[in-house]
């Protein structure tokens, strides 16, 4: 039975909104084999009663959209999700179903599709690219759409570089957090956020990790979303004085990321006595950069 692996991504990393977007070592698996027909899909007692077991699952619609790119028929399915990614926290849970399923449906069909063909129908799904491109890729990308298909450059993070993720116990739908964002932005801070997601891509290419809390500025989306996030402040300033190279959300949120160069486990033990005192129900966790991005196995 083939398996697939898929990691978590955190998007937007501040400046870079729908467009950043980097690879973390917290994986869904799926596993599936063919029938003779019907679907069965199990989502383990955890999350079944908020994961679809039918056909509006979203690993089985993405295998469909995959297959019809191929012109492969749909065949019977045995599926089996192991959901490690907390869904609706701004972890790209959801870009792990859809990147899952298309990798799916491109080993049913004998590998008809190329990886930009993979990701081209991914985001179409997603709507956008900042969390299916790591997804796939591993690392960090910048993506743009365009034309219908998917322009982007893969970049390797300095080796040192991990994530600190602050997960709290209430979820932040991205319909909700769209919804709060402003139709038109000034041209001051179109340039602000433009200029620090340049700088964000130059930092991370040259290894310049002291310019990271600076390219994490952003006047397009947190400004707007913090006020939906309930010890947003409070996190920030506790996450800098305690070392981070800088902190904001991960992508929609509520997850919030911090970013480190050095004394990880020192500033995990710290910040998870801040974050008892944070209302929220926060939770910290340490994770690596992914660099491989979505593997498979028979």
């Not at 959801?94 to 990701?119: F, P, Q, R």
């Not at 040192?160 to 319909?175: E, W």
């Not at 964000?200 to 994490?216: I, K, P, Y």
Request: with cysteine; glycine share 10%.
């Amino acid at each position: 039975m083939p398996t697939i692996r898929i990691p978590c991504s955190t998007a937007n990393m501040g400046s870079g909104f729908d467009s950043i977007g980097m690879a973390l070592s917290m994986f869904n698996e799926i596993q599936f084999e063919i029938t003779d027909a019907g679907l069965e899909i199990d989502v383990g007692e955890e999350y079944g009663q908020r994961i679809a077991t039918d056909e509006r699952n979203l690993v089985y619609r993405s295998i469909q959209a995959g297959l019809k790119a191929t012109g492969a028929p749909m065949p019977g399915l045995r599926i089996r999700q192991i959901n490690r990614i907390p869904q609706t926290r701004g972890l790209g849970s959801s870009s792990a179903c859809v990147v899952g399923g298309i990798i799916a449906a491109n080993i049913i069909s004998g590998g008809a599709l190329s990886t930009d063909d993979m990701i081209a129908i991914a985001a179409e799904i997603e709507g956008h690219p900042d969390n299916i491109l790591p997804t796939f890729v591993g690392g960090m990308t910048v993506g743009a759409m365009e034309d219908g298909r998917v322009k982007y450059v893969h970049i390797e993070p300095p080796r040192q570089l991990k994530c600190c993720v602050f997960i709290p116990d209430f979820p932040l739908s991205t319909k909700k957090a769209r919804a709060v964002l402003p139709k038109q932005v000034s041209l001051p801070d179109a340039i602000y956020n433009v200029s620090r997601a340049g700088l964000m891509v130059g930092a991370m290419t040259q290894g310049r990790l002291d310019l990271v809390r600076t390219a994490l500025g952003d006047r397009l989306h947190q400004p707007y979303r913090k006020e939906l996030i309930m010890g947003y402040d409070e996190i920030i300033e506790a996450a800098e004085k305690n070392g981070a190279l800088g902190c904001c959300l991960s992508g929609a949120g509520p997850t919030m990321i911090a970013f480190l160069e050095k004394d990880y486990r020192q500033f995990l033990q710290r910040m998870t006595t801040v974050l008892k005192k944070v209302p929220g129900g926060w939770q910290a966790k340490l994770l690596d950069i992914c660099y491989e991005g979505a593997n498979w196995d028979f």
